[in-house]
């Protein structure tokens, strides 16, 4: 709450001035460097800090043994995927291979068919000449 008066210049340089006193009193009253609480806290402090470091390089550790991990099962999983790349690919080739001779076999087996079916008519029409080009000729 504000004071009821105005305060004049006076009354702020002495308020200044009480100001540093209590600041400067506060600063004198502080523990030095070599204050047996000052010396337990920086220990405290450093004990701290060698955790925190500790706890730093654990999570650390475990990081990379993770990634080491991912890494492995990447790796596993690639050569899975290659495995099985090259079985299809096996299977892919015997596939058409078989296929081919299939094919092949069938195409063989056609002109087979196509061939006795030829030579059976070459053989019809030898006969037919045989046996009734004479006849043919002499109707005439």
Same mark, same amino acid.
């Given at each position: 709450?504000?004071?009821?008066?105005?305060?004049?210049?006076?009354?702020?340089?002495?308020?200044?001035?009480?100001?540093?006193?209590?600041?400067?009193?506060?600063?004198?009253?502080?523990?030095?460097?070599?204050?047996?609480?000052?010396?337990?806290?920086?220990? @405290?402090? =450093?004990? &701290? !800090?060698?955790?925190? #470091? /500790? $706890?730093? +390089?654990?999570? %650390?550790?475990?990081?990379? *043994?993770?990634?080491?991990?991912?890494?492995?099962?990447?790796?596993?999983?690639?050569?899975?995927?290659?495995?099985?790349?090259? @079985?299809? =690919?096996? &299977? !892919?080739?015997?596939? #058409? /291979? $078989?296929? +081919?001779?299939? %094919?092949?076999?069938?195409? *063989?087996?056609?002109?087979?068919?196509?061939?006795?079916?030829?030579?059976?008519?070459?053989?019809?029409?030898?006969?037919?000449?045989?046996?009734?080009?004479?006849?043919?000729?002499?109707?005439?």
């Amino acid at each position: 709450m504000r004071k009821s008066t105005n305060p004049d210049f006076q009354d702020r340089r002495r308020d200044a001035a009480e100001a540093r006193q209590a600041l400067l009193a506060k600063l004198k009253a502080a523990p030095g460097p070599d204050d047996p609480v000052v010396i337990e806290k920086r220990r @405290e402090r =450093e004990a &701290i !800090a060698k955790a925190r #470091a /500790a $706890r730093q +390089a654990e999570r %650390e550790r475990v990081r990379k *043994a993770q990634e080491a991990e991912r890494e492995r099962a990447r790796e596993a999983q690639e050569e899975e995927a290659a495995r099985v790349a090259a @079985e299809a =690919e096996r &299977i !892919a080739t015997e596939d #058409a /291979a $078989r296929a +081919a001779a299939e %094919e092949a076999e069938l195409k *063989a087996e056609q002109k087979a068919a196509r061939d006795a079916r030829y030579a059976a008519r070459k053989l019809a029409k030898k006969q037919r000449r045989k046996g009734m080009g004479a006849e043919v000729g002499r109707h005439f």
